[in-house]
């Protein structure tokens, strides 16, 4: 059994993880790093913990479904303004920004699918959750 993962109960259908034993991958966004808590591969739905360096920037992208976040620690800010820690943040279908994370951030994160991104070029892509390479 991997060290991140908890026995469950014989009987039981939980899927329970222990992120303190997971290492922090990289995503291809600089300074922005995740522990993939949990992730369902037909429906997209994931969940993450994810560890901004200070100074990443989360380029323009879209929550395809509704995205919900909690900052553990620092901040984050769009044009919307700031969420600090302890702050929880419902962001609707189809809202589309840049986010920031001036002084580093930890942020626990609940997807129904995964964002879509816009490129400079044109081209949109979905984030995975692979990890980089």
Same mark, same amino acid.
């Given at each position: ?37 949990? /992730?369902?591969? +037909?429906?997209g %739905?994931?969940?993450?913990l $994810? ?7 989360l380029p !323009?992208h ?37 986010? /920031?994370?001036? +002084?580093?951030? %930890?942020?626990?994160?609940? $997807? ?8 400079? !070029? ?12």
């Open positions: 059994m991997p060290d991140d993962m908890i026995p469950a109960a014989a009987s039981s259908l939980s899927h329970v993880t222990r992120p303190s034993a997971m290492e922090w991958q990289p995503t291809r966004f600089p300074g922005i790093a995740i522990k993939l808590l949990y /992730r369902d591969a +037909d429906s %739905l994931f969940t993450a $994810f560890r901004w360096e200070p100074g990443a920037v !323009d879209e929550h395809v479904r509704i995205e919900q976040t909690y900052m553990l620690e620092g901040s984050l800010v769009d044009e919307e303004g700031a969420l600090l820690a302890g702050d929880f943040a419902a962001r609707p279908a189809g809202s589309r920004h840049v986010a /920031r994370s001036p +002084d580093g951030a %930890l942020i626990l994160c609940f $997807f129904l699918e995964p964002n879509r991104f816009f490129n400079a !070029d044109g081209t949109e892509e979905r984030f995975s959750t692979a990890p980089a390479r």
